[in-house]
């Protein structure tokens, strides 16, 4: 009988110790909170949500910020833990057991992408009117930097916000926007002045009921079929200047320092997700058979599969490594590049190998490989391609060629 993906549990993964020497039992206890939401609360939906094209966020964020795991890393004054980066990496990677791209990349924009500049930068007033709700679960964020002409160039934004009396005018439009249809609130990245790309820039908290935003289309997409991922139009919508994250023209400099937090969520969140995929891949070639012997028994599949779950193994050791450099307020751009490249390409590669092994199965929607082929191939070009990491590592490396004036 073929084992559902979506129903068996994995087989007990028996090499485990860079993660009981890395997370403490403070950490462990939060995940088993979050394993225990995933497995009653998600999981079992997750089939339908994928089938409808959309899950309920709000639903899902008001168990997960009861539980206070919208804002393990938030202060305490907005209703979050106040814990270390450490803490979310662990949530991250815990959100990794939802099966499906879909749901965690949406929790993520909420605690990863959304919030931290915010948390980091933001006046008291916008933290209780937009990261306390964020955090208690009761609004739902996204985050507007990317255009149809500027997505892993973040300098080539076109969209304004124009400083006008008390108000910013806002006019242009965003895309691929993560939770758009059901957000509360935007974290928009929006020029605010002329001048220098990279100084001309500001973070405004957007209500997403302003008038003049028109939420144009849902876009149709290869996978993450359950998320909701809009093309937002701004039409004079007016927004008042207090909502204003930090100083003005720092808005590149802050959506920066975001990017590194949300790369390291990004590779954490991959980590269960594979090595899931891996063990349901040798469950189900233990027991297939083909030639009179199981699939497993093949010595190109057993040694393929140990070849993937090392990678994996580096990869997270390579993560953990960039997050107590983080913790301890060294500048871990390069790691967290490398973490960021490290996991899309090996998600390819996890995938696309087990799924072979799957064969015909493989193929079909009935199993979790196929919707990991899918969703997982975004992680290459959301939250900087690969290409971009690349050219971040290489600049750390002084490899870069100088540009002609």
Excluded at 129 to 141: A, I, K, R, T
Excluded at 159 to 167: L, S
Excluded at 268 to 285: E, F, V, W
Aim: hydrophobic letters at 40%; proline letters at 3%; aromatic letters at 8%.
């Amino acid at each position: 009988m073929v084992r559902s993906l979506h129903t068996t549990q994995a087989s007990k993964q028996q090499a485990q110790p860079v993660q009981d020497s890395f997370f403490g039992e403070d950490q462990r206890e939060m995940q088993k909170t979050a394993r225990r939401i995933i497995d009653e609360d998600i999981n079992p939906f997750v089939d339908q949500w994928e089938e409808e094209g959309m899950y309920p966020a709000h639903q899902v964020f008001k168990k997960l910020g009861n539980a206070g795991l919208l804002g393990v890393n938030k202060p305490v004054e907005y209703g979050g833990m106040g814990l270390d980066f450490k803490f979310s990496v662990a949530l991250n990677e815990t959100l990794g057991n939802i099966h499906c791209g879909g749901v965690p990349m949406s929790i993520a924009v909420q605690t990863d992408m959304a919030t931290p500049a915010l948390a980091r930068f933001g006046s008291h007033e916008v933290k209780k009117n937009f990261l306390e709700p964020s955090v208690l679960g009761d609004m739902v964020s996204c985050l507007g930097v990317s255009e149809p002409g500027a997505g892993s160039d973040v300098s080539a934004i076109t969209t304004t916000a124009v400083r006008k009396g008390d108000d910013y005018v806002i006019n242009g439009q965003k895309m691929w926007i993560t939770n758009s249809f059901q957000a509360d609130w935007m974290c928009l990245l929006a020029n605010t002045s002329e001048g220098a790309p990279h100084r001309n820039k500001s973070l405004i908290c957007l209500p997403m009921d302003a008038p003049g935003i028109t939420l144009a289309k849902k876009i149709d997409k290869l996978g993450m079929r359950c998320s909701d991922t809009g093309v937002i139009y701004f039409d004079d919508v007016r927004v008042p200047a207090k909502n204003l994250i930090g100083e003005e023209g720092l808005g590149f400099t802050y959506q920066m320092l975001q990017f590194q937090e949300e790369r390291m969520a990004a590779a954490a969140i991959t980590l269960s997700g594979m090595t899931l995929c891996i063990d349901q891949t040798i469950a189900y070639t233990r027991e297939r058979k083909i030639f009179g012997a199981s699939v497993l028994d093949n010595q190109y599949c057993h040694f393929r599969l140990a070849e993937l779950l090392t990678e994996v193994e580096m990869l997270r050791s390579t993560l953990y490594r960039a997050v107590d450099k983080h913790v301890a307020g060294e500048d871990v751009t390069m790691l967290a590049s490398m973490c960021k490249l490290k996991c899309g390409r090996l998600l390819r590669e996890v995938a696309d190998s087990c799924l072979q092994f799957w064969g015909g199965m493989g193929f079909t929607n009935d199993v979790l490989v196929s919707r990991m082929y899918r969703d997982n191939r975004l992680t290459s070009i959301a939250g900087g391609a690969d290409e971009v990491m690349l050219q971040i590592i290489c600049k750390g490396m002084g490899t870069l060629p100088k540009r002609k004036k």
